[in-house]
């Protein structure tokens, strides 16, 4: 009897998960699977099967950094955008539960109708799902003020590669059950499990905002001033360096009531002035920039992460290489450049890790270097945990540091 042919592999294939989660939630493309799941069982079914089988799964959300960190080849697909439910927002208590394939933008308005919000400005927010901003630990300028997702993350649902559905935390704010297993999936790239419910803590959205664009040509003053509004008593709400041919630009939004932004307005401007530079209200798409740093076609994009203290020579770098870039006060810059040769981008990575930090390579880098260069010292045990919760390596395999 004849061996079956690759499209009735991929036939049986369809069938079997048809069979084990129904026809409704499953499709195929191009010989590959793809998962529309509605609840946690659903990932759990496709994950039971995909591991007895040995099939690769990729998890994507909203695609928007597919092409950063995901491969196209696996035969199996969950697509998380069918999981789009807020489950419950109590509001009192000041946290939301929602489903993984929410849209961010979406969620927002949602917690908006009680002036609440998950205090975190990713990228894309009109496209990018819960679950992808906390596979990739995507986070924006408000980082400042509020703290990273793993400050904002207080439970999560999870299905394991072998299907099994674990829970992490809780449903408020100051509860300690449970292992803090979400702390583990946020910016795990989808290597540990998929990510299918999350709960957040909320804050209330700020009614009073000003922003500031501070604009010099050369980035030593306006790197002074960073580190003296970061070691001010100014409510900073967000901060971030960035560069364009007209040279270096420091954007700064203060967050207070009225008459304390008025009072706080004239103790930066004081603080400028005595740099000798000028300060003037921001336009309104500033705090998109990093958008525009992440999306320039043709371009090859790095993330980096840094010393405050070292934001102005490195955006310095990326500049003589001919590129642009946005820094966050905190330290993590989305930045493109030319498409450049091995030196240019080798010199830029070993600046940034002599200083301590460390330069990712996200897409379109220079041939022959390494998208991740100087590992951590902690790979070894990164790469037992991702053997512990999937030893089969069926989960997203390479998109995490090391290619874990």
């Known amino acids: 009897m004849d061996a079956p042919t690759h499209l009735e592999q991929a036939n049986l294939l369809r069938k079997r998960f048809c069979d ?11 010989g590959s699977i793809s998962i ?30 597919r092409v950063a960190w995901l491969r196209d080849t696996a035969p199996v697909w969950i697509r998380t955008t069918s999981l789009t439910e807020v489950r ?27 002036g609440q919000f998950v205090a975190l400005d990713p990228l894309y927010p009109d496209r990018a799902t819960v679950g ?20 904002l993350v207080i439970g999560m649902t999870i299905v394991l590669a072998d299907g099994t559905i674990a ?41 009073h ?19 003296a509004i970061l070691n001010s008593h100014l409510n900073t709400q967000a901060m971030q360096l960035r560069n364009s041919k007209e040279g270096f630009h420091l954007d700064v939004q203060l967050a207070a ?25 921001s336009v309104s798409d500033v705090w998109k920039m990093r958008e525009w ?45 030319p498409p450049p040769g091995v030196e240019g981008i080798l010199q830029l990575r070993a600046q940034v890790e002599t200083a301590g930090g460390s330069l990712t390579i996200v897409r379109d880098g220079a041939k022959g270097v390494d998208r991740w260069g100087k590992l951590p010292d902690s790979i070894d045990l990164m790469r037992r945990i991702k053997h512990q919760f999937d030893p089969g390596n069926i989960l997203n395999p390479g998109c995490f540091v090391g290619g874990i």
Not at 177 to 183: E, I, M, R, S, V
């Open 293 to 337: 740093a992440f999306s320039q076609p043709g371009m090859c994009t790095i993330k980096a992460t840094m010393l405050p203290s070292q934001i102005p020579a490195t955006l310095a770098a990326i500049h003589a290489l001919g590129g642009a870039g946005v820094i966050q006060a905190t330290g993590i810059m989305i930045a493109h450049l």
């Open 209 to 227: 905002t000003r922003s500031f664009t501070v604009d010099c040509r050369t980035p030593q003053p306006v790197g002074e001033l960073l580190l």
């Open 132 to 151: 992808g901003i906390i596979a990739t630990n995507d986070s924006g300028s408000l980082r400042l003020k509020y703290g990273s997702l793993r400050d």
């Open 167 to 207: 829970k992490s935390g809780g449903k408020v704010v100051k509860n300690v059950a449970g292992y803090d297993l979400h702390k583990l999936m946020i910016g795990a790239e989808g290597t540990l499990g998929v990510i299918t419910e999350v709960t957040f803590r909320l804050h209330a959205i700020p009614r």
């Open 36 to 65: 529309l799941p509605v609840e946690t069982e659903h990932v759990a079914g496709a994950m039971r099967l995909a591991h007895a089988e040995g099939l690769e799964v990729a998890i994507t959300g909203g695609s928007t950094k």
């Open 88 to 114: 419950e927002h109590t509001w009192q208590d000041l946290t939301c539960t929602v489903q993984a394939g929410c849209r961010w933008q979406a969620l927002q308005s949602a917690l908006g109708r009680h």
């Open 257 to 281: 009531l009225p008459e304390v932004i008025s009072q706080q307005t004239d103790a930066l401007r004081s603080m400028v002035r005595h740099l000798q530079l000028d300060a003037s209200d």
């Open 20 to 30: 084990a989660l129904g026809a409704e939630y499953v499709s195929d493309s191009l």
